[in-house]
């Protein structure tokens, strides 16, 4: 089993910046990679990011890239640095594990372990 906990939401006003952190505890040996999700009242689930265990490789939903910036350290923990951010980036953030080898990072079937969320929403 993998705990994911996650921390850093709030409340922003438009064009500011918050951290998002995931902290992994458990079986963290069996994890082959991590991403973000986030879900906006009245919508489907979308991936924002996602970042393999070693840290070599990171993948970034169009919609975000260039705001939005995942990275880990060595402590079993991932961010997500949120910057300029727009009221539409307001939605619950979900930090998910994935155990298994594969391609499909930004599909949230490939995720087997998933925090409890965080809110974040951002003011115009």
């Known amino acids: 089993q993998v705990q994911l906990v996650e921390s850093g939401g709030g409340l922003v006003q438009a064009g500011g910046s918050l951290r998002l952190s995931c902290a992994a505890s458990g079986r963290t040996l069996s994890i082959y990679g991590m991403g973000w999700f986030r879900q906006a009242p009245g919508k489907e689930r979308e991936f924002v990011a996602a970042?393999?265990?070693?840290?070599?490789?990171t993948y970034t939903a169009d919609s975000v890239k260039g705001r939005l910036t995942i990275s880990r350290d060595n402590a079993n923990t991932v961010y997500l640095q949120m910057s300029s951010l727009k009221p539409e980036d307001t939605a619950v953030y979900y930090c998910a594990a994935r155990i298994l080898y594969g391609s499909n990072w930004n599909s949230g079937e490939a995720y087997r372990y998933w925090g409890q969320g965080t809110q974040v929403t951002v003011s115009s």
């Open positions: 970042i393999s265990w070693s840290g070599g490789s």
